[in-house]
C-alpha cells in the first residue's frame, strides 16, 4: 500500500456473484483495515455480471465498463490504484464444455493483461481469485497448496492457465500478486445457473431439479462472505507470490446436498430428476487451508445457517432471479 490514507482498489469482475460481494463488504466498511476505500468497479457486464448486485452499494464505487482483454482501457484505468483484484472469469463448468473459447480468453489471456497492466503501473498488490478446480480430483485427504495442477474440465483448465500466468508474472517479473484458491461458493446473487441457486429457484417454482448420475460428487461449500473475508485476509497480508486455499465448512455430496434443500423447502424426493452425469465430471474436492488461517482468516457461516439465509433471499427476491431465469430459457438453458 502507498501512504496515502485511503486506498484505492480496483476489482475486476465486481459486478459478479463473488466480485460484488466483495465490493459491498469493502464499501460498507466490513474491511477496517481498508475503510474508507476509494473503489473502482470493472466490469464487461456479461450474462452473469448485474449492476443490481451492486445496488447496496451505490454511490460508493466509480464504474467502468469494459473487459479485462482490452489493453488499452487497463492502461487508462489501472494506474493510480494500490490494489488491484482479479475476480473477473467465466465461471460455469457446462458452459465451458460447450464452448471453451470465451473461457480461455477471459480466464487466461484476460488474466495475463490485466497482470501486465498491474507490472507497466507499479501496482503494490495483486490478488488471483481462483478455484480448487485446478486440481482436478482427488479421492481422498485435502490438496495442499503445493499441490500439482490436473484440471479436467475447460473450465478449470483455463483457471489453471491464469494461476500460472499470476505466478509467471511473480517469478519473472517481481509482481506482488497472490492467488486464492476456494472452494464452491453459494449464498445471495448468484447467477441461477449453479446447483444451490438453481435448484432453490426451480423448487420455488414448484419445479423439478436436476440431479447429475448418483450424486455422488463430492463438494466444499463456503459462503460468498467468508470466501471474500478469506480474499481480504490474502489482499492485506499475504505472501507476494504466495498461494492460499479458502476452504468451505461443509463437504456434502451432490445427493446430501440436494436432500437439505428439499428438506428446507418442504419438497420431496419426488421433485428430483436423474439427468445423464456430466462429462468428466470430478468427484471430490478438497483444501487444506492452514495458509490463509494463518494470517488471521476463520470462516464465519455455519452451513446449516448461510443455506437459510440463502433461500430467504431468493423466496424474498424474485425480481432479482426471474428475469435471468426466463433469459436463460430463451437461450435455451432452462437447467
Known amino acids: 500500500?502507498?501512504?496515502?490514507?485511503?486506498?484505492?482498489?480496483?476489482?475486476?469482475?465486481?459486478?459478479?456473484?463473488?466480485?460484488?460481494?466483495?465490493?459491498?463488504?469493502?464499501?460498507?466498511?466490513?474491511?477496517?483495515?481498508?475503510?474508507?476505500?476509494?473503489?473502482?468497479?470493472?466490469?464487461?457486464?456479461?450474462?452473469?455480471?448485474?449492476?443490481?448486485?451492486?445496488?447496496?452499494?451505490?454511490?460508493?464505487?466509480?464504474?467502468?465498463?469494459?473487459?479485462?482483454?482490452?489493453?488499452?482501457?487497463?492502461?487508462?484505468?489501472?494506474?493510480?490504484?494500490?490494489?488491484?483484484?482479479?475476480?473477473?472469469?467465466?465461471?460455469?463448468?457446462?458452459?465451458?464444455?460447450?464452448?471453451?473459447?470465451?473461457?480461455?480468453?477471459?480466464?487466461?489471456?484476460?488474466?495475463?493483461?490485466?497482470?501486465?497492466?498491474?507490472?507497466?503501473?507499479?501496482?503494490?498488490?495483486?490478488?488471483?481469485?481462483?478455484?480448487?478446480?485446478?486440481?482436478?480430483?482427488?479421492?481422498?485427504?485435502?490438496?495442499?497448496?503445493?499441490?500439482?495442477?490436473?484440471?479436467?474440465?475447460?473450465?478449470?483448465?483455463?483457471?489453471?492457465?491464469?494461476?500460472?500466468?499470476?505466478?509467471?508474472?511473480?517469478?519473472?517479473?517481481?509482481?506482488?500478486?497472490?492467488?486464492?484458491?476456494?472452494?464452491?461458493?453459494?449464498g445471495p446473487h448468484q447467477y441461477p445457473e449453479k446447483i444451490i441457486s438453481l435448484f432453490v429457484t426451480h423448487l420455488l417454482d414448484g419445479r423439478a431439479v436436476p440431479l447429475y448420475g448418483d450424486g455422488g460428487n463430492v463438494r466444499d461449500w463456503i459462503h460468498v462472505a467468508d470466501h471474500c473475508r478469506g480474499v481480504q485476509a490474502v489482499a492485506e497480508r499475504g505472501a507476494p507470490g504466495g498461494i492460499y486455499h479458502i476452504a468451505g465448512t461443509a463437504e456434502l455430496t451432490n445427493l446430501e446436498l440436494t436432500g437439505r434443500i428439499l428438506d428446507a423447502l418442504g419438497a420431496g424426493w419426488d421433485m428430483v430428476e436423474r439427468v445423464p452425469d456430466r462429462k468428466g465430471h470430478d468427484r471430490r474436492y478438497s483444501l487444506s487451508d492452514a495458509g490463509v488461517r494463518a494470517l488471521g482468516y476463520v470462516p464465519e457461516v455455519a452451513f446449516e445457517d448461510g443455506l437459510a439465509e440463502t433461500i430467504r433471499w431468493y423466496a424474498a427476491n424474485r425480481t432479482w432471479w426471474e428475469p435471468l431465469k426466463k433469459r436463460a430459457e430463451d437461450d435455451g438453458r432452462s437447467g
Open 1 to 186: 500500500m502507498s501512504r496515502r490514507s485511503v486506498p484505492r482498489v480496483l476489482v475486476a469482475g465486481g459486478a459478479g456473484f463473488i466480485g460484488s460481494q466483495y465490493v459491498r463488504a469493502l464499501a460498507a466498511g466490513e474491511y477496517p483495515a481498508w475503510a474508507g476505500a476509494e473503489i473502482t468497479v470493472l466490469d464487461a457486464l456479461t450474462y452473469a455480471g448485474n449492476l443490481a448486485n451492486l445496488e447496496p452499494a451505490e454511490g460508493r464505487y466509480a464504474f467502468v465498463h469494459g473487459d479485462v482483454c482490452d489493453a488499452g482501457l487497463l492502461a487508462e484505468i489501472v494506474p493510480g490504484h494500490d490494489a488491484v483484484l482479479n475476480f473477473a472469469a467465466e465461471s460455469h463448468v457446462d458452459r465451458s464444455i460447450e464452448s471453451a473459447g470465451a473461457f480461455t480468453r477471459t480466464n487466461v489471456l484476460g488474466t495475463q493483461t490485466l497482470l501486465q497492466a498491474c507490472l507497466e503501473a507499479g501496482t503494490p498488490r495483486v490478488v488471483q481469485v481462483s478455484t480448487d478446480e485446478v486440481y482436478g480430483s482427488i479421492e481422498k485427504g485435502s490438496w495442499g497448496e503445493d499441490a500439482p495442477l490436473a484440471p479436467n474440465s475447460p473450465y478449470a483448465a483455463s483457471k489453471a492457465g491464469g494461476d500460472l500466468m499470476a505466478r509467471a508474472y511473480a517469478r519473472t517479473h517481481g509482481l506482488p500478486v497472490s492467488i486464492t484458491r476456494c472452494g464452491n461458493n453459494y
